[in-house]
């Protein structure tokens, strides 16, 4: 068996070949792209460390086949700054402390990108710690990386408002 | 080493560099997906290896189907007892005081459930895991034991790591006979499992004989020997990789047996292989912190006054090994008594061997102590805080030595400041908020040792003015990349942008252990050593030469600061590094220095960090649901060197309190030994939405004695108190006393 998997990844376009259709897309991104930003702590969808986008939307690359999202466009942690310049939600993660070990910060940051995004949590704290919830951090760096979601919420709103 | 107890006497402070708040110097790499850790590595030619593990936790292994793994396709070898090759150690032997007997295929017996029984190494993940589910073992089984009721009690030699079992201190029952009030009191701590998000993994390579490895290490210098001691090959000959660590808590301090198993796997395939554990297998054979039942009794005096103290506690280990928690020691520094008894005993049973976990002994231990000392408040109808400062230690309770310095008085008051501890009502029940919510408040005394180890660094400065210092310590979160750079930096005398700063393997001089909370003071003493070694031979050339505006100025005279020599006395005149080294004609200039205790210090002082830690919870009347809406706690622990990351990982810390206290516990199904909670589903952390408002503040303290850098530590303190303040706010929120941890609605619906 031999299956082509087609995905955009981080902007560029990638042909993987695939004798197997049982791999999973975080797998494909770390062992076969070997894109290993993107975490994983559980590989059953508990714990949010290989948070990804898929077409803008937050989900966890441990539960996706990568058959299953072909054609996608995916972003990962490797995609978000821009020639060298962090993305704001990073710059915040490094400014707030919002990190310890830095295992689940990838897929922290990833999903903080996709809730600020959704728009559903504006700057009100319990909602961002909400909607945070599904990324466990160990070394509980929850009061950084709540900081961290609001911090990076103003400044996105403040550009867009610039911009507009 | 006597010159280095005695810095900082030369050419450097510390102060430019550490004591800033500066964000960590691997922040880019970590927000960026950069920063490798041991399952990011694919060397060319990699194998992947999934083991099978047991899932009966006592018995043998009768069968294993390894035709069918070996079918599959991509299957390369099936390993198990009948093949694996020759080991120059036996897994089973205790080598030292860090090694722990682990499972390598030693033989077809079972010991916990998870225990690895056999590998399949394949050229894809997907069909190693497909593998290794084909071997489908058999057992011959045998009723597992598998808590502290069912378990096998003994009489341990020493608990925790060579700690003596049992302390005595004047006559503890003459103590209790005198008190006015008594407290007879029980409590109980669950088995929890460190659960680092990162997965324990490795990836070893072999060339000839030299061994490569990547794999998360809190103890570089002691794993390269271990595993050179398990294949027979000098330590040289292993490189060991450890540049980020996704997490240790104490779990990636001590080998296990998976990674001698891929380690043979390598071996036998001839390639490199990469062996990473599914959550799941983190329930077994990488430890845990073991549970206990502490029984205490407290004696006071009509005042409020301890009269004696008592802890015992039972703490569960596995059939072959000894690591019992530590938990009874807890009580033997913290509280002033005329008279105090600590005894361990150990109880076997069918389960993985514990180890130490964050605060190991110290966690468990003030759990209970501090709930005891509430109930002895309560009994007295005395405010817990009040009570707590009418016993407060001068000295050691356990040694009658001074404090080597302690500002808990100021963690108390600071504490209960911020928090708004004044006006507490006495009484349980009395408060609610807006919605109803039953609320309580609670405080808990927070208390760490502050040991050194032993480390070796190595400085150089550059002639372009710039440094580098080498040593093999390690980054797992809690910020060792940046304290121990920013001690580096003023060790050298430079700024921290001229800095480079190499750690995390095992070619560099031994950085020691990552644990003990006493990383920065022990890697930290031997890297201010090393600077100071080097900048003393620069001073050296510098005041010698006649070209050199520091000529004369005699090497005592001249002070380093942000890449330049100073005349002491006339601070006008100074030479750059660069210009001294240009005129000298060197390209480096290298020192040297290693990090201990003064040993006239250790017996002459007791030395600890200490904490106060106030708790908020709310308690949904009807559901009972408890909520720790507030955590304030104070920390006393010598000088900070990077306030920033020292409120970190003390926040972290009581977030790890909030999980012992309300989450984490493994239940073991009697029938299997299996745990029904296996993986971070049923297994319970705190997530973001548990911790809404936790707060550490530092106190200052000036602790000449410590070590010369005056650090102590910050990274298991938190949890301690933290514990004990919650369950006390739920006591007082509720009225109901619950003996045994975690605090579930259950107990409280009652
Ligand atoms: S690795 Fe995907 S959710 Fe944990
Ligand atoms: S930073 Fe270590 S798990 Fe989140």
């Known amino acids: 068996?031999?299956?082509?998997?087609?995905?955009?990844?981080?902007?560029?376009?990638?042909?993987?070949?695939?004798?197997?259709?049982?791999?999973?897309?975080?797998?494909?991104?770390?062992?076969?792209?070997?894109?290993?930003?993107?975490?994983?702590?559980?590989?059953?969808?508990?714990?949010?460390?290989?948070?990804?986008?898929?077409?803008?939307?937050?989900m966890n690359a441990c539960l996706t086949l990568a058959m299953s999202v072909d054609g996608a466009e995916i972003t990962t942690i490797?995609?978000?700054?821009?020639?060298?310049?962090?993305?704001?939600?990073?710059?915040?993660?490094?400014?707030?402390?919002?990190?310890?070990?830095?295992?689940?910060?990838?897929?922290?940051?990833?999903?903080?990108?996709?809730?600020?995004?959704?728009?559903?949590?504006?700057?009100?704290?319990?909602?961002?710690?909400?909607?945070?919830?599904?990324?466990?951090?160990?070394?509980?760096?929850?009061?950084g990386i709540a900081k961290a979601v609001a911090d990076a919420q103003k400044r996105l709103a403040d550009n867009e408002r610039k911009s507009a | 080493m006597a010159e280095t107890l005695q810095f900082p006497t030369g050419h450097v402070r510390l102060g430019s560099n550490a004591g800033q708040p500066i964000t960590r110097r691997d922040g880019a790499l970590k927000v960026t997906g950069a920063a490798t850790y041991a399952a990011d590595n694919r060397p060319d030619g990699l194998l992947y290896a999934v083991y099978a593990a047991s899932s009966i936790a006592r018995g043998r292994v009768t069968h294993l189907d390894v035709a069918a793994a070996k079918a599959h396709p991509g299957v390369v070898e099936v390993m198990t007892t009948a093949n694996r090759p020759p080991l120059a150690r036996d897994p089973d032997a205790k080598v030292h005081m860090f090694s722990w007997r682990l499972e390598a295929l030693q033989d077809d017996r079972v010991r916990y459930a998870g225990q690895p029984v056999a590998v399949v190494i394949a050229s894809t993940l997907e069909a190693a895991t497909e593998g290794a589910r084909l071997l489908a073992p058999r057992y011959e089984s045998e009723a597992p034991r598998t808590g502290l009721d069912d378990g096998e009690a003994f009489a341990p030699e020493a608990v925790g790591v060579g700690a003596p079992p049992s302390f005595d201190k004047g006559d503890v029952e003459a103590g209790l006979e005198a008190a006015a009030h008594r407290v007879e009191t029980q409590y109980e701590?669950?088995?929890?499992?460190?659960?680092?998000?990162?997965?324990h993994a490795i990836v070893a390579a072999w060339e000839g004989d030299h061994l490569t490895v990547d794999v998360p290490n809190q103890a570089i210098a002691i794993a390269r020997n271990d595993f050179a001691s398990f294949f027979g090959i000098p330590p040289e000959n292993v490189t060991l990789r450890s540049p980020f660590i996704g997490g240790g808590f104490g779990s990636k301090a001590i080998l296990n047996g998976p990674q001698i198993l891929c380690i043979l796997a390598a071996r036998m395939t001839g390639q490199p292989v990469k062996l990473v554990l599914t959550r799941q297998q983190m329930f077994g054979p990488v430890g845990h912190r073991g549970a206990t039942r502490q029984a205490l009794r407290i004696g006071t005096d009509a005042d409020g006054r301890l009269t004696a103290l008592e802890h015992r506690a039972s703490a569960m280990t596995s059939r072959f090994d000894d690591f019992l928690e530590p938990a009874a020691n807890a009580s033997q520094n913290i509280y002033a008594t005329p008279a105090m008894r600590q005894i361990h005993t150990g109880v076997r049973a069918d389960i993985g061997t514990p180890g130490p976990m964050r605060a190991p002994g110290e966690a468990s231990g003030s759990a209970a102590l501090e709930c005891a000392m509430d109930e002895a408040?309560?009994?007295?109808?005395?405010?817990?805080?009040?009570?707590?400062?009418?016993?407060?230690?001068?000295?050691?309770?356990?040694?009658g030595k001074p404090f080597s310095?302690?500002?808990?008085?100021?963690?108390?008051?600071?504490?209960?400041?911020?928090?708004?501890?004044?006006?507490?009502?006495?009484?349980?029940?009395?408060?609610?908020?807006?919605?109803?919510?039953?609320?309580?408040?609670?405080?808990?005394?927070?208390?760490?040792?502050?040991?050194?180890?032993?480390?070796?660094?190595?400085?150089?400065?550059?002639?372009?003015?710039?440094?580098?210092?080498?040593?093999?310590?390690?980054?797992?979160g809690q910020g060792a990349l940046t304290a121990l750079a920013q001690i580096a930096a003023d060790g050298l005398g430079i700024d921290q942008d001229r800095l480079e700063f190499r750690a995390g393997n095992s070619e560099l001089p031994d950085g020691g252990v990552a644990g003990g909370s006493g990383h920065t003071a022990t890697a930290g003493s031997a890297i201010f050593a090393a600077g100071s070694d080097a900048i003393r031979k620069?001073?050296?050339?510098?005041?010698?030469?006649?070209?050199?505006?520091?000529?004369?100025?005699?090497?005592?005279?001249?002070?380093?600061?942000?890449g330049r020599l100073y005349r002491a006395d006339d601070e006008t005149r100074s030479a750059s590094y660069s210009d001294i080294m240009a005129r000298a004609g060197l390209a480096e200039i290298e020192g040297e220095g290693t990090g201990a205790r003064n040993p006239a210090n250790a017996e002459d002082y007791a030395m600890f960090s200490h904490g106060a830690v106030f708790a908020e919870v709310k308690v949904d009347p009807e559901l009972c649901q408890i909520r720790v809406s507030r955590l304030v706690g104070a920390f006393a622990a010598g000088r900070i060197i990077n306030p920033r990351l020292a409120e970190s990982q003390l926040t972290g810390g009581m977030i790890w309190g909030i999980g012992f206290a309300l989450h984490e516990e493994t239940v073991l199904d009697p029938r299997t030994g299996r745990p029904v909670n296996g993986d971070f589903a049923g297994y319970h952390i705190p997530v973001n939405a548990d911790a809404p408002s936790v707060e550490a503040l530092l106190v200052g303290e000036d602790d000449p004695y410590v070590n010369a850098l005056g650090v102590k530590g910050v990274g298991e303190i938190g949890i301690t108190g933290t514990v004990g303040a919650i369950a006390n706010a739920v006591r007082h929120a509720t009225g109901v006393r619950v003996g045994r941890f975690p605090i579930h609605i259950g107990a409280l619906l009652g």
């Not at chain 1, 902007?11 to 991104?29: H, I, N, Q, Y």
């Not at chain 1, 707030?96 to 959704?118: H, K, Y």
């Open chain 1, 78 to 143: 490797e995609g978000l700054a821009e020639n060298g310049a962090l993305h704001p939600v990073q710059a915040a993660f490094v400014e707030n402390d919002a990190f310890q070990c830095g295992f689940c910060t990838p897929g922290q940051i990833m999903s903080a990108v996709g809730l600020i995004a959704e728009g559903e949590a504006g700057d009100d704290p319990e909602r961002i710690r909400e909607g945070m919830s599904g990324n466990l951090c160990r070394c509980a760096a929850y009061p």
């Open chain 2, 538 to 562: 620069l001073a050296d050339i510098a005041t010698e030469d006649e070209a050199s505006p520091l000529f004369g100025a005699g090497n005592a005279g001249v002070v380093a600061r942000g």
């Open chain 2, 189 to 199: 701590t669950p088995a929890q499992y460190h659960n680092a998000l990162e997965p």
């Open chain 2, 405 to 476: 310095s302690k500002a808990l008085r100021q963690c108390y008051a600071e504490g209960a400041k911020r928090f708004g501890w004044a006006g507490r009502p006495l009484a349980p029940r009395q408060m609610r908020d807006d919605a109803g919510h039953l609320v309580g408040w609670g405080v808990g005394t927070a208390m760490f040792p502050a040991p050194m180890f032993q480390a070796k660094a190595r400085a150089v400065v550059r002639e372009d003015g710039s440094g580098l210092v080498e040593i093999s310590a390690v980054e797992m």
């Open chain 2, 377 to 399: 408040a309560e009994a007295l109808g005395i405010d817990p805080l009040e009570f707590r400062l009418i016993n407060y230690a001068e000295t050691d309770p356990a040694s």
């Open chain 1, 1 to 58: 068996m031999t299956l082509t998997l087609t995905l955009t990844v981080n902007g560029e376009r990638r042909e993987v070949p695939l004798d197997d259709a049982r791999p999973t897309l975080l797998d494909v991104l770390r062992e076969r792209i070997g894109l290993t930003g993107t975490k994983k702590g559980c590989d059953r969808g508990q714990c949010g460390a290989c948070t990804v986008l898929v077409d803008g939307r937050r």
